[in-house]
């Protein structure tokens, strides 16, 4: 069965994804859609994405972001995706509204700091400080507040289900939709 009937095979789709503050675990479900990735193959690309070696966001038509905002370099990968990337999806709990990590967001920066790299380690007690290391955000943010967002697919993570779904109703026309059976929270 085509899943992408009204896709014309000569106009192939560019799809980005990218990790910022999160585990994985939504890229996971990506590729839990398991042979179904078959189908999207035939119709789209991957541009930069953990499944590629890209290392920028090129021109693309679907950009999916996994996590929330955490440091320097999450701001900068957004802010390119945003401006590369035609529709902007927020992936996950993490990325909607920070998720897990968001947890450090009532502690404060510095004590958390001092907590992790000074207070529970017993040889050469230091806060890193390497001008390579991306400089941690006060707190983690979800990513519409740094970028616009064009939809959201809700869950920890997403179940394959639902973002096959989301992908097939998107990329077919048609305004995506989930049924509350979609939604999963493990
Ligand atoms: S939403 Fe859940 S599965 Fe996705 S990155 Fe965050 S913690 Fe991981």
Redesign the pocket.
């Known amino acids: 069965m085509n899943a992408f009937p009204s896709q014309r095979p000569e106009k192939r789709l560019r799809i980005a994804t990218a990790t910022l503050g999160?585990?994985?675990?939504?890229h996971m479900s990506l590729l839990d859609i398991d042979e179904r990735i078959l189908e999207l193959a035939k119709i789209a690309d991957f541009d930069r994405s953990p499944f590629t070696d890209i290392k920028h966001c090129g021109p693309s038509d679907i950009g999916l972001i996994?996590?929330g905002v955490t440091n320097s370099e999450n701001v900068h990968v957004l802010r390119e995706f945003r401006a590369n990337c035609r529709t902007l999806i927020a992936v996950?709990?993490?990325a909607i509204n920070g998720?897990?990590p968001a947890q450090r967001n009532p502690i404060d920066i510095g004590d958390l700091l001092r907590e992790v790299y000074c207070e529970r380690v017993d040889e050469n007690p230091q806060i890193p400080s390497d001008p390579e290391l991306p400089l941690l955000l006060d707190k983690v943010y979800p990513i519409h507040e740094i970028v616009r967002v064009d939809y959201a697919i809700p869950?920890?993570?997403p179940s394959a289900d639902a973002l096959w779904k989301f992908l097939t109703d998107l990329i077919g026309g048609r305004t995506p939709r989930l049924d509350y059976a979609h939604f999963r929270f493990d």
């Open positions: 999160g585990c994985f675990g939504c996994e996590g996950g709990a993490c998720g897990l869950g920890c993570p």
